[in-house]
């Protein structure tokens, strides 16, 4: 039994579309290995399979890339890295302690986007990220067959996989950018700072779509059955893309299937909801929200502007999940104090399923700060951390085998409760005052 209605909705433009066909990459001197590797997505392939040599660049900013002007035809480079191994002495899935649950539920509001958090990434984007955009284009105009990469946070084979750049149909294709294991790029580095040649064979194919270059949001919905109530909208959502070096289950086949199994709950019971419930399963989250926010704009409200759509006025709340598999352990308030006791109450039936805390605090990086962004109370729950940060969120790692069935059957069941008592009360929840309008490129969002 579904839902009353379904559709796919364009949310406004997205850009290309890009498929992995293969990646294989080894090395093959001085000695054979199989490399955990994996290209970046919006990569350029290697145009048929290549044999070449490994380049150590000891360059740290763009002005010292001259050096190897002439030099970079036919090679794969590795950036030297001065990098120690750290072991970790904790274990990769955790559930939070009482205690930990109640010095949480304690803490006051955390700042979303501090000056010093602001000048932090103008840093980086200037330091860092500035060297490595320089040294890509050097070495595409060189003629380099690929670079390779790693990320702090990789261990144990893990590699962290996300966007190679820009995905607008118009941007050129990106030069090829490998994420190789920490352990794997550490023996190619050692290998050369030892003087000892390196050889690695890649043969990477990669395709670009430009046919629909759209963004697409899955809405469903359950009539409202309420004379007065039915108009207003209940919604609860998970993002539906995700990377490429796994099938992204925990981040976030984890929130969307859970958001479709609170509604079938709903369905099954048979449930006449006053207010109509809307689920959304939004697209290109992992690239800014934009699934999210494009609805918002299109629906409630731009940001922007802050000129609120009637549909604002008829909004009650927003549900979300996405910290992978972990079962619900309370909800943030997003700062909306007044939600506290409503939360409170309905966290009551759950406190034996180990739901028991209300923060203020916000939590972000995810799609209810679309709707927070515009006024509208939207909340995402407190998680687990099972494997999340440490194992499978934007990893190779992130299948099937790490979702937990009890867990995920436990936060539908927590979420259909709430989407539920938000559609049943007699008024929408409360609301924060209405945010000013943030012209594009201003505060973090
Ligand atoms: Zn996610």
Excluded at 217 to 243: P, Q, T
Excluded at 264 to 272: N, S, V
């Amino acid at each position: 039994m579904g839902p009353d209605r379904f559709h796919a909705r364009p949310r406004g433009e997205f850009g290309k579309s890009w498929d992995l066909q293969k990646s294989y990459v080894a090395m093959t001197a001085p000695y054979y290995k199989p490399l955990i590797a994996c290209p970046k997505a919006w990569c350029a392939g290697t145009s048929g399979p290549k044999s070449a040599s490994v380049m150590l660049i000891t360059a740290k900013d763009s002005a010292a890339l001259d050096q190897y002007k002439g030099k970079l035809a036919g090679k794969i480079l590795i950036p030297d890295l001065d990098a120690v191994y750290q072991q970790s002495f904790t274990p990769d899935a955790y559930r939070w302690t009482d205690q930990q649950l109640d010095s949480m539920a304690k803490l006051p509001m955390r700042p979303v986007d501090t000056a010093e958090m602001r000048r932090r990434r103008a840093q980086f984007n200037r330091g860092a990220l500035a060297f490595q955009n320089a040294l890509k284009s050097f070495a595409q105009q060189e003629g380099a067959v690929a670079i390779l990469s790693e990320s702090p946070r990789g261990h144990d084979g893990t590699i962290f996989v996300q966007g190679g750049g820009s995905y607008q149909p118009s941007a050129p294709e990106n030069f090829l950018d490998i994420v190789t294991s920490f352990e794997d790029y550490m023996t190619i580095v050692r290998l050369l700072r030892a003087g000892i040649p390196v050889s690695i064979d890649a043969d990477v194919k990669t395709k670009f779509l430009t046919d629909d270059t759209k963004g697409y949001n899955v809405i469903a919905e359950i009539k409202g059955a309420d004379k007065k109530l039915k108009d207003e909208i209940v919604m609860l959502g998970g993002h539906l893309d995700s990377w490429h070096s796994a099938t992204g289950a925990t981040d976030n086949a984890a929130g969307c299937a859970v958001m479709m199994e609170a509604i079938r709950i709903l369905k099954t019971l048979g449930i006449q909801p006053r207010r109509t419930i809307r689920i959304a399963l939004w697209s290109g989250e992992e690239e800014g929200l934009l699934g999210s926010r494009g609805y918002v704009k299109k629906t409630f409200a731009d940001p922007a502007n802050m000129q609120l759509l009637p549909e604002h006025g008829k909004f009650a709340g927003y549900f979300n999940i996405d910290n992978g598999t972990g079962k619900v352990r309370g909800i943030y308030l997003q700062g909306n104090e007044a939600c506290r006791p409503i939360f409170t109450k309905w966290l009551e039936p759950f406190h034996d399923l180990g739901a028991t805390t209300v923060n203020v605090s916000n939590t972000g990086g995810t799609d209810h700060q679309s709707f927070d962004a515009v006024g509208l109370p939207g909340f995402q729950f407190i998680q687990d951390e099972i494997e999340y940060s440490t194992r499978t969120h934007h990893t190779n790692m992130d299948s099937y085998n790490h979702l937990r069935e009890d867990d995920l059957k436990q936060i539908a069941t927590i979420v259909a409760a709430f989407v539920y008592n938000t559609a049943q009360r007699d008024e929408k929840l409360p609301r924060k005052p209405l945010p000013e309008p943030r012209p594009a490129g201003r505060g973090a969002f």
